[in-house]
Nanobody
């Protein structure tokens, strides 16, 4: 049983940076993939980035590629999302999630994920 808790959201100016973390109360197994999703007001939840727990292979949405970096600290059972060059359109509630299948090819699909955090608000002012 995995419980995920996000932290680090806040208000930043466009062009600024913000780091998010997601700590798991249960063990994240090597076969898992971990991902970040976001949901803006009036929009559907969308994929942001994913990483395999063992190998650290990453996959990014085109909208954040080159600006966001996903990483994990296996010893701390923690997932991170470093967000740079933030834009107003990045404003959303950000969720971390765990995919037991570990298939990075399906990481873009929110329905691949079994566990979800409660979300943390990121607001980017223009």
């Amino acid at each position: 049983q995995v419980q995920l808790v996000e932290a680090g959201g806040g208000l930043v100016q466009a062009g600024g940076s913000l780091g998010l973390s997601c700590t798991a109360s249960g063990r994240i197994f090597n076969s898992y993939s971990m991902g970040w999703f976001r949901q803006a007001p009036g929009k559907e939840r969308e994929f942001v980035a994913a990483v395999t727990w063992l190998g650290g292979r990453t996959y990014y949405a085109d909208s954040v590629k080159g600006r966001f970096t996903i990483s994990r600290d296996n010893a701390k059972n923690t997932l991170y999302l470093q967000m740079d060059s933030l834009k107003p359109e990045d404003t959303a509630v950000y969720y971390c999630a765990a995919d037991q299948s570990g298939r990075l090819s399906s990481a873009w699909n929110q329905y691949s994920y079994s566990y979800w955090g409660q979300g943390t608000q990121v607001t980017v002012a223009s």
